[in-house]
């Protein structure tokens, strides 16, 4: 080996000796840390930390971190680099020439000896090198690892890494970033979510577990969120952009958040890091559908009509008729007005369909071709439209001319699209007088069609005081010309609208008109309050609207008929108009009106509608015919002086069931005034007043009479025994017993004797329920005597009962009798209102109305509801209670 090869040997061996000097130094030095990681390392992979409640992993990590770190600083200070003595001397140990150390030497005197020698000398040295083995330091290793820690910890690291697979990055990750929000209690933390859809979809709330992904929810869906903390967590939202807000403070001391969804979006709570977490993702929502089932056309009393379906995959929440003049005025191109359509049922259904009818003779386009198309609107606001269809509008005919000239100068008005002219400010007011001059042309502004309107009205009204009959008409149009005179937009001039069309129906009708639009009008208020779910006290108000309404229309056109020739219907006691026959007489009429309030307050909405636009119709086909003689009215009922002219066996059945209902109705009060002494009140509060009857008991109405009465008056007939309420309850009782008895002995004798007067000719009645009738009345008289009103109440119930059952029988007998008289008579089959007098619809099989029984029985519910939602001390118990009576 020459000298230079054996150098660079020698320098390979200097540095792997160097090198594993130095990780032996480093072995000396940093064990304790490399072992203390290799242990930690373990511990998470194998889930160690994962296993500790989050408070003891949060509280560990800082006392680990800080032993590591004591380690590392210990360590660092223990470890000494090797020095280039230690690399010599650990390879001159494996030869006595120390021939690393001994290749440095030099002489001490080069002339000493001869050059040669020391060249010898040197290669000697090389070749010895050459020879040199690199320490292996295996007793130093040994005596410093006995146990081999060095292998064993970094096999079992990786091995537990190969165990734990996939999940071994996390459990890393968490033994290294713990939740230190424990240390303040944000473990403990519960954040409770739900989801609420839009009303419109129908859809139930949506209870968010923790971790829930993809959650799929409506548009505009609310989610709420609520927690207990020390202080107000932040709410995130991350969607089309990154939303943060913070939790409010609630009355309990609790945190609130509201979060709505119109995307997908990731929701996080964070409070000393991220609590709760939620992905949403967004429902589709279809634009509606909607199309003409029937083409529109012409129906009655100038209405429109057509057929119509529709659908949404949410539902339907509004309908209505889009309608646009074919040849526009070039002032206002698009102009545009919709009219909406009643919807069958509640809103919100996914599938419709249903007639219309529409009186769009008061539109500004009346009488004009028009093109319609129907738009449905969904929750959302997402609008659906039909295809187009020309029509012409039906407008209301005029024949008197000054109806006609009213009705003229009202859509001149309405049918002007421009708007006024600017006003010109007058600046000068205050230096001329403070007259405002400019301001007094106002006229002069207005566009075409106002100008010509208000020339209209002035020359209708031209002294108008010599020429008018009616001079409130005459007023009127003057108040309308002073209103376009004064007016200074479209809008104000607008006004006049309602006021000329009122004078316009005036003058061609007379007061029917403005009975039947304030008819209308009820009813339009009480089926909108019906479909659109109002309160039960605005429900009670527009019902008791409808109810006046109704009888001033009846009213009218019964004083319209008297000023025609016509019969004038007759009254009974209360007022109540009878209509010249029998099936809208009186109590007839108040049955249904009885019904419908039933409905109402019972909560069955879509019957109470049906029942609604049934009475409404009826009213409005109502017509007065001529009687067959002078002064027919009601059965059973005649002028003073005259004679009836039923047959005797009808006459003798209507007087038994007019006596029976007086004992009903005063039976029905009795039982009223037990049960009020039986809660300590006193008794006879509400019924002092003769023929006022309870609204309790099964069948009955709210004047006492029965469905089945045919407009029966409350009074006695000539020489009938009075029913008084004087005494106490068990007399009162008893006089309610004999005039069963002597009811009974009546009809009983009714076969038997024939005089007149003798017994009730042809009114067979029931004698095995009078019996039943009179021995619950016995009982109850005794119960009273003794004090037990409890038992008392039972009887007379039952008496209760039995009398209505026996008077819908009689009323069932009498319509019979009447039916076979008209038939033997060949009287017409029909009413004034056009029903016939037998069959479906008079006795309102049309209209599905339920039974009085099934209407106290809702209303009994209905109370108890209320009675329970009153008492209620459970929160989720009144909830629920509060669910099913918001049904009603």
Same mark, same amino acid.
């Given at each position: ?9 020698? +320098? ?5 000796? @160097? %090198? ?42 800082p ?15 223990r ?14 140990g494996q ?6 150390? *001994? ?9 000493? #000896? ?7 000398h ?10 040199? @083995? ?12 006995p ?9 079992a ?22 939740d ?20 419109y ?47 409010? %403070?609630?009355p309990?001391?609790?945190?609130e ?5 119109? *995307? ?14 939620? *992905? ?19 129906g ?15 539902g ?25 359509v009643?919807?069958p ?20 386009? #009346? ?36 109806? !006609?000239?009213?009705?003229?100068a ?13 006003? !010109? ?25 106002? @100008?010509l ?28 010309? +002073? ?32 009975a ?14 019906l479909?659109? +779910? ?5 429900? %009670?108000?527009?019902m ?27 009254q ?7 209509a010249?026959g ?6 007839d ?49 005649q ?11 009808? !006459? ?56 089945g ?68 009345? @016995?009982r ?9 009103e ?13 009398? *209505? ?29 056009? %029903?016939?007098?037998?069959? #479906? ?14 209407? !106290?029985?809702a ?10 939602y ?19």
């Amino acid at each position: 080996m020459d000298h230079g090869e054996g150098l660079n040997t020698l +320098g390979r061996k200097l540095a792997a000796t @160097r %090198r594993r000097l130095t990780l032996l130094a480093l072995g000396r030095a940093w064990w304790p840390p490399f072992v203390y990681s290799g242990a930690f390392l373990g511990i998470a992979l194998a889930g160690g930390f994962d296993r500790l409640s989050s408070f003891v992993g949060a509280a560990i990590l800082p006392i680990l971190i800080l032993a590591g770190l004591g380690l590392v600083w210990v360590s660092w200070r223990r470890y000494r680099k090797p020095h280039e003595a230690d690399v010599v001397c650990a390879l001159d140990g494996q030869s006595d020439l120390r021939p690393v150390a *001994s290749l440095f030497d030099r002489p001490a005197d080069p002339s000493f #000896a001869p050059a040669h020698l020391w060249r010898a000398h040197r290669e000697r040295l090389i070749a010895e090198i050459g020879n040199l @083995r690199l320490p292996p330091l295996d007793a130093e290793w040994a005596a410093l690892d006995p146990a081999r820690l060095r292998f064993i910890v970094p096999v079992a690291v990786i091995a537990l890494a190969l165990i734990a697979g996939s999940a071994a990055p996390g459990r890393i990750a968490r033994a290294f970033s713990p939740d230190l929000g424990a240390l303040a209690g944000a473990d403990k933390m519960i954040v409770e979510a739900w989801v609420t859809p839009p009303e419109y979809t129908g859809r139930a709330p949506i209870f968010l577990q923790a971790g829930m992904k993809d959650v799929r929810v409506p548009v505009g869906s609310e989610v709420t969120l609520r927690t207990q903390a020390p202080s107000a967590p932040k709410l995130i939202l991350h969607g089309d952009k990154r939303h943060a807000s913070r939790f409010t %403070r609630t009355p309990d001391g609790a945190f609130e958040a509201l979060a709505r969804i119109e *995307s997908d979006t990731r929701l996080t709570v964070n409070w000393w890091g991220e609590r709760a977490r939620w *992905s949403f993702l967004i429902l589709p929502d279809e634009a509606p559908l909607i199309a003409f089932d029937a083409l529109p056309e012409p129906g009655e009393r100038d209405q429109i009509q057509f057929k119509w379906k529709a659908g949404d995959d949410y539902g339907v929440s509004a309908v209505e008729l889009a309608i646009r003049l074919r040849e526009p005025h070039p002032a206002a191109p698009d102009a545009e007005d919709r009219v909406p359509v009643p919807m069958p049922g509640a809103a919100g259904a996914k599938e419709l369909a249903a007639t219309a009818q529409l009186d769009l003779t008061r539109h500004r386009w #009346a009488g004009l071709p028009v093109d319609l198309q129907l738009v449905a609107r969904d929750g959302a606001g997402q609008e659906g439209f039909s295809e187009t269809v020309p029509f012409i509008l039906p407008e209301k005919l005029f024949l008197e001319p000054l109806a !006609q000239a009213v009705q003229e100068a009202r859509v001149t008005v309405l049918r002007e699209p421009r708007p006024y002219a600017e006003l !010109q400010k007058n600046n000068q007011a205050l230096s001329d007088g403070a007259i405002n001059t400019a301001a007094t042309g106002r006229l002069d502004a207005a566009p075409e069609g106002v @100008r010509l309107a208000a020339l209209m009205l002035d020359s209708v009204t031209y002294r108008g005081e010599m020429f008018f009959d009616d001079l409130g008409a005459f007023m009127g149009l003057r108040m309308a010309l +002073g209103t376009l005179e004064a007016a200074g937009t479209k809008a104000e001039a607008d006004a006049v609208e309602p006021l000329l069309w009122a004078i316009a129906l005036k003058l061609e009708y007379g007061s029917v008109a403005d009975a039947r639009a304030r008819l209308e009008a009820a009813r339009a208020a009480l089926e909108r309050a019906l479909r659109d +779910g109002a309160s039960e006290e605005e429900i %009670r108000r527009l019902m008791e609207a409808f109810r006046d309404a109704a009888n001033e229309y009846l009213a009218a056109k019964m004083a319209e008929a008297m000023a025609g020739g016509l019969d004038a219907p007759q009254q009974q006691e209360d007022g109540q108009a009878q209509a010249g026959g029998d099936s809208l007489g009186g109590q007839d009429f108040e049955d249904m009106l009885n019904a419908l309030q039933d409905l109402t307050e019972t909560g069955a909405a879509d019957q109470a509608r049906q029942l609604l636009s049934d009475i409404t119709n009826l009213l409005e086909n109502l017509e007065f015919q001529r009687g067959a003689g002078q002064g027919e009215g009601m059965p059973g009922q005649q002028a003073e002086g005259e004679e009836s002219d039923l047959p005797p066996e009808e !006459q003798a059945m209507t007087d038994a069931m007019r006596r029976l209902n007086e004992i009903l109705r005063e039976q029905r009060q009795l039982n009223d005034d037990t049960l009020a002494q039986q809660r300590g009140e006193q008794p006879g509060q509400m019924g002092d007043q003769p023929g006022v009857g309870s609204e309790q008991g099964e069948g009955g109405n709210r004047d006492g009479r029965e469905p089945g009465e045919q407009g029966q008056g409350a009074q006695e007939g000539e020489g009938e025994p009075g029913i008084g309420r004087g005494g106490t309850l068990a007399e009162r009782q008893a006089e309610l017993g004999e005039l069963v008895e002597e009811l009974a002995r009546r009809g009983g004798r009714s076969g038997e004797e024939g005089e007149e007067g003798a017994g009730l000719p042809g009114a067979r009645l029931d004698e095995e329920t009078l019996r039943a009738i009179l021995d619950a009345q @016995r009982r109850a008289e005794r119960a009273l005597q003794s004090g037990n009103e409890g038992r008392a109440v039972m009887d007379q119930e039952r008496a209760t009962q039995l009398l *209505s059952e026996l008077s819908r029988e009689m009323a069932d007998q009498i319509d019979q009798m009447q039916a076979a008289r008209r038939g033997e008579q060949g009287q017409s089959s029909d009413d004034p209102l056009g %029903r016939p007098l037998t069959g #479906a619809g008079n006795d309102g099989q049309g209209v599905e109305i339920p039974s009085e029984s099934e209407r !106290q029985r809702a209303k009994d519910i209905l109370d108890e509801l209320r009675r329970r939602y009153e008492q209620a001390e459970d929160e989720e118990e009144r909830e629920y209670l509060r669910r099913l009576l918001e049904r009603f």
